[in-house]
Structure formats: structure tokens, C-alpha cells
């Protein structure tokens, strides 16, 4: 008889999972994805990440339980442009779950929701790590709405059920984020067309939506180490064009970055670019510490 029960039990929690979705189970390479589908999906969803907020996400240490998490994934977030190309593939084959491989549903490369910048000539032969053009485009408010009304789509195809919740869960996030964008644009006014140096070029979004130039990178090609003559060359060429900031992530070494930064009277700013980096709690935060940051 208690066999019996047990077995009604499991029949029965089997149908239950299987009817619909409980919650819709999101995967996402980096913490600023998963925080704007947690917008979108609220208790629709359930999201991870797999990127650190402090780690620099072309290089990540693959972690069995991401196998995991991608196994049990209805849909997975990626940055694309080639972010994740050093160590997501194997993971992805190793998941074997055939819902969330490139080309299914459950598969969202967050790269085709926005303009991509600096795709012209690539130049593979040196290294470089941005060969298909520069994938560190969330840090644009405006792609923050892109990839909200985007995911929204993707849960909605995924769990048409919840279409519903997934539209409104977008067109909130989406009024939140356009009044903070307003706002962030009366603190930028006074101080646009000001002049950074960057350690990686990871910020050319931002400076593009802020209306600040980039005057120069430590790194002479992205991904390649910045070394001493580079960086002399480069306090030479930006010499007396008012280099305003020295821009970089945490996880980049600072020796270099303040050589410049006093050859160049510029000032130099440890920022995060993701999600729980440098206090931060959302998506929102990272931008409002970075719009804060560079308008003092
Ligand atoms: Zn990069």
C-alpha cells in the first residue's frame, strides 16, 4: 500500500512538471542578463549565471556545476561577439541539452538585439579577442532595453502561457530604465565630450551613449597585455588633450594604468561593468556607478 502511495506520488509530480512550465529555468553567461530576465520574468523564472561580476568574462574557469545548471536550462543567455568563445563551447556540448544549443529556442544570443560597434576590420593574426567586433555592449542603457524587450519575446515563445506577464514584466522594466536614462542624461550634459584613456576596450558602448571620446586603450590590440613602450607612446599622443579619466574593470592590474594616469593628469576609475561588481545590486546600479563616476 505505501508503495502504491509513493508511486501515485511520483505519477502524479511527473504530470504536474510536465503540463507547464513551474517556473522557466534561464541560464546566463553574464550577471546582467540574468538580471534584466529576473526583471522581465519576475516569478516566472528562476536565473543563474555563470560569469563572476569581478571576473573577466573572456576568460572563465568552467565549473562542473555549470554542466549542470545548462542541462536543466530552458533558456540560455549569451553575450555573443565571440565573448564566451573560450570556454562556453565545451560546456554547451557537454550539457547535452538539445534545447538550448545555437539555433533552438532556448538559445538567445543578446548580440543580435543590438547594433554591434567596431566590426570593421578584424584583425585575428595578433590575437585579438574581438575579431567579430566589440561584444561589451550592455553597459548602453539603450541596449539594456533591446535585450529586455528581446528576452521578453524569447520567454514568450518559450512559455506562451505566460505571455502576458513577460510583455508587462518588459514594459516596466523598460519605463524604469528610460527614466534613469533621462536622468542620467542631465548629469552627463555638463560633462559630455570629456576625453578617457581605457585599460580594455570594454567601454566604447558607454562613451558612445554618454558622449564621451576615447582618446586611447593600455591594451595596443584587445586581449594583448599593455606593455611599457605602448604605454609611453601613448602618454606622448594624448599629451595635452586633457585626458580626463583612466578607465578600467577590477580585474585588470592598476601599476600601468596609474603610470598613465599621472604622466597624463588624468584621474583613474575602478568600475564595474557587471552586475555585483563594485556594490552593485542590479543592472541598473552598475550604470548609475558608472554615469556617476565619470561625471565628478
Ligand atoms: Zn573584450
Known sequence: MKKLVFLLFAVASLLVTGSAFATVRVVSTIPDFADIAKSVGGDKVEVSSMVRPTQDPHFVDAK??????LN???LLLVAGMELEAGWLPPLLAGARNAKIQRGAPGYLDCSTLIP????????????????GGNPHYWTDPRNGVRIARGIAKRLEQIDPANAAAYEAGAQSFVTMLEGRMAEWQKILAPVKGRKVVVYHDSWIYFLDWAGFVQAGTLEPKPGIPPRADHVAQLIQQTQGQGVKYMIQESFYPTQLSNLF???AGAQLLVLPTMTGAGGTHSYVDVI?????????
Open 64 to 69: 562542473p556545476s555549470f554542466v549542470l545548471d
Open 288 to 296: 548609475d556607478a558608472i554615469v556617476r563616476a565619470v561625471s565628478k
Open 72 to 74: 536543466q536550462a530552458d
Open 261 to 263: 594616469a599621472q604622466k
Open 116 to 131: 554591434p560597434m567596431e566590426v570593421e576590420a578584424p584583425d585575428r593574426s595578433q590575437g585579438d579577442i574581438h575579431p
